[in-house]
């Protein structure tokens, strides 16, 4: 965090040197992540040096242009969407990353609407992760409000994940406007997840719409 941004030619010097293996590129700019893919191209260094996205809200497009993955704040309070995100990105299956890029986008912006790791920390509070008291010279946050609504509905994702992890890999939870539950699933696991659906409706007594994704 010195505030200093390296060039593209000063990045690809370093990637020559052994032991320096990633670049966490937070810059904001997509066209210099564009220009430092294709330079390390020119160098043979693609394979063996990695961009990552230094930026949560960024991953997307980052990834599209040669990123290989995230350092990521908001994964510590949505650690399963994330890791889907860039999973998918892997996987060459841009639809469902878009879908999941949207999905988390509010929480993002919501981490990040006062100086990282404030919003982080206070957030997994909220859900019920211990993740401590801040630290001076951070402060507790002046606003919290536009945060909670963010992640009201990871308290039950947090608990559910906790009890039954073994069949969540690929469900995902997000809450509507009217407090109602939206639930992702793989098809070909339908079955598994009928439980849990049935868990969210006995427990919290709300209406629970389902959305189905192919493999």
Known sequence: RTGVDM?????VELAKIDGVDAVKEASGSV???????????KEGLEEDFNILSGEDGLTLP???????????????VDPKRMVLMVDSILNDDYTRAQELHYEM????????????????????????LPAGPLRAPLTDMKDEKLLKKSIEHFKYNIKVGAERSDILADLVFS???????????????????????????????????ETVYEN
């Open 105 to 128: 986008i509010d929480v993002i912006d919501a981490l990040f609407i006062e100086s990282n790791p404030v919003p982080a920390k206070t957030a997994m509070n909220i859900i019920g």
């Open 7 to 11: 060039s593209v030619e000063t990045i």
């Open 62 to 76: 980052i990834m599209a242009l040669g990123g290989t993955g995230v350092i990521s704040a908001s994964a510590n």
């Open 31 to 41: 066209n210099k992540v564009s220009k430092l893919y294709k330079a390390l191209t």
């Open 175 to 209: 809450a509507n406007e009217n407090g109602n539950f939206t639930v992702k699933y793989n098809k070909e696991k339908k079955a598994e997840y009928l439980p849990v659906i049935s868990a969210i409706r006995e427990e919290y007594g709300k209406k629970v719409q």
